[in-house]
């Protein structure tokens, strides 16, 4: 199955930062990745697909980029609203994996 | 609209079988291309998915679990449910059930999730 490693695993910024999160595959994906976003005590909401596609209704302050094996999602800058978790996640194989999650805390 | 909402016990002693339901709306699993997956989040810890199951019957299964772990449709009743046998302490986590589908042979991303259902192992 798919490796997928993401970092860092906690990061903490300001209001108005720019962050970048980045998620590594342990062999390519052909672009196949989402990004979440998930809050405590709810369900993961998907922000971008396709590696770079935003989803529907997500602020344009997200954006994806990356190919091969290597994947960032970047913030352009943060919104009080956005400190939460952020997960990768791989769908080029039929095993689906996740990264490891990266905690966005307020600085 | 989708709609998926999970539905189980809340607590399983140490080596039952866990039987977790998914019931859903807004989409039907005979429709060529959908799936209903299933992922758990132990508290605290990452997002692990765990089966997914298409409209075709076509199943899934993580590698790492797939001994423990059945997933079936009830296509009539909008419904999918997981097994997952021998349940161990370490298996206490909220599970998810979520929308896909495949769209030119690529699978989507879990664009609908059901609100979680937390499971705890304990005897």
Redesign the interface.
């Known amino acids: ?1 798919i490796q997928m490693t993401q970092s860092p695993s906690s990061l903490s910024a300001s209001v108005g930062d720019r962050v970048t999160i980045t998620c590594r595959a342990s062999q390519g994906i052909s672009n ?1 990745l ?1 990004w ?1 976003q ?1 809050k405590p005590g709810k ?4 922000l971008l ?1 396709a590696a770079s596609r935003l ?1 529907s209704g997500v602020p344009s302050r997200f954006s994806g980029s990356g190919s091969g094996t290597d994947y960032t999602l970047t913030i352009s800058s943060l919104q009080p609203e956005d400190f939460a978790s952020y ?1 990768c ?1 791989q ?1 080029y194989s ?8 990266t905690r966005l805390e307020i600085k | 609209q989708i709609t998926l909402k999970e539905s189980g016990p809340t607590l399983v002693k140490p080596t039952q079988t866990l039987t977790l339901t998914c019931t859903f709306s807004g989409f039907s699993l005979s429709t060529s291309g959908v799936g209903v997956g299933w992922i758990r989040q132990p508290p605290g810890k990452a997002l692990e998915w765990l089966a997914l199951i298409y409209w075709d019957d076509d199943k899934r299964y993580s590698p790492s679990l797939k001994s423990r772990l059945t997933i079936t449709k009830d296509t009539s009743k909008n419904q999918v449910v997981l097994t997952m046998t021998n349940m161990d302490p370490v298996d206490t986590a909220t599970y998810y059930c979520a929308h896909a589908e495949t769209v030119a042979g690529t699978l989507s991303p879990f664009r609908y999730w059901g609100q979680g259902a937390l499971v705890t192992v304990s005897s």
């Open positions: 199955d196949s989402a979440y998930q369900a993961p909401k998907l697909y989803e997960y996640q769908s039929t095993l689906i994996t996740f990264g490891q999650g």
